[in-house]
């Protein structure tokens, strides 16, 4: 049991030491830029969908009218 306990430590140790020390974290100004193209190609990719389903709404009212 104490060598999984050991095993275990030694792990989060790890896994600190490479979160602390050897990872390398945006800058502000980098994540801004992100999350500004993340939200642009989220809209256009809402808007062409929209787009899509008006234009598969028309067609099928047009194929079947009510």
Do not use: Q
Not at 20 to 32: D, I, V
Not at 41 to 55: K, N, Q
Request: glycine share 2%; net charge positive.
């Amino acid at each position: 049991m104490k060598k999984i306990i050991k095993k275990i430590v030694k792990s989060l140790k790890a896994c600190y030491d490479e979160l602390a020390h050897k990872t390398t974290w945006p800058t502000r100004a980098e994540l801004t830029h992100s999350a500004m193209v993340v939200l642009s190609a989220s809209l256009v990719i809402a808007i062409v969908v929209f787009c899509m389903d008006s234009v598969f709404k028309f067609v099928m009212g047009m194929i079947y009218p009510n």
